[in-house]
């Protein structure tokens, strides 16, 4: 009768830790939550001696691509000297990528009547 009763709690302790090894191996097989591969990009175009948006909001981690659109070199510039491009001339780009929030005001350094602002919110 001990040997059926020992035998009996074994089994069961065996049974619950086949049950606990396939639950743990359900979990690790699941499917992952997908995530963005990369970051947001945003296209700025510095067209007619302005750009195009002027303002933008963006969330932190998006990069922000200035492009020149215009016959005339242009620059991009951070108020705060955060970011500076070279001088840009036709189809040239420059990309910044905004990590913390705030407020960058910008301009064109060539044409400092050219103003634009990215804000960066969560």
Same mark, same amino acid.
């Given at each position: 009768?001990?040997?059926? #009763?020992? @035998?009996?709690v074994?089994? +069961?302790?065996? !049974?619950?830790?086949? *049950? =606990?090894?396939?639950?743990?191996?359900?979990?690790?097989? #699941?499917? @992952?939550?997908?995530?963005? +591969?990369?970051? !947001?990009?945003?296209? *700025? =175009?510095?067209?007619?001696?302005?750009?195009?948006?002027?303002?933008?909001?963006?969330?932190?981690?998006?990069?922000?691509?200035?492009?020149?659109?215009?016959?005339?070199?242009?620059?991009?510039?951070?108020?705060?000297?955060?970011?500076?491009?070279?001088?840009?001339?036709?189809?040239?780009?420059?990309?910044?990528?905004?990590?913390?929030?705030?407020?960058?005001?910008?301009?064109?350094t060539?044409?400092?009547?050219?103003?634009?602002?990215?804000?960066?919110?969560?």
């Amino acid at each position: 009768m001990r040997l059926a #009763r020992s @035998l009996s709690v074994s089994l +069961a302790l065996f !049974a619950c830790a086949v *049950v =606990a090894l396939l639950a743990g191996v359900a979990l690790a097989l #699941r499917p @992952l939550p997908a995530y963005a +591969a990369s970051a !947001a990009t945003l296209q *700025v =175009a510095i067209t007619k001696f302005a750009f195009d948006p002027k303002e933008i909001t963006v969330a932190p981690g998006t990069k922000v691509v200035w492009t020149n659109r215009d016959d005339t070199p242009h620059s991009v510039a951070a108020n705060d000297k955060s970011f500076a491009s070279k001088g840009l001339d036709t189809d040239d780009a420059y990309e910044h990528t905004f990590t913390s929030e705030g407020d960058f005001g910008y301009i064109c350094t060539v044409h400092p009547f050219m103003t634009g602002v990215v804000h960066v919110r969560k």
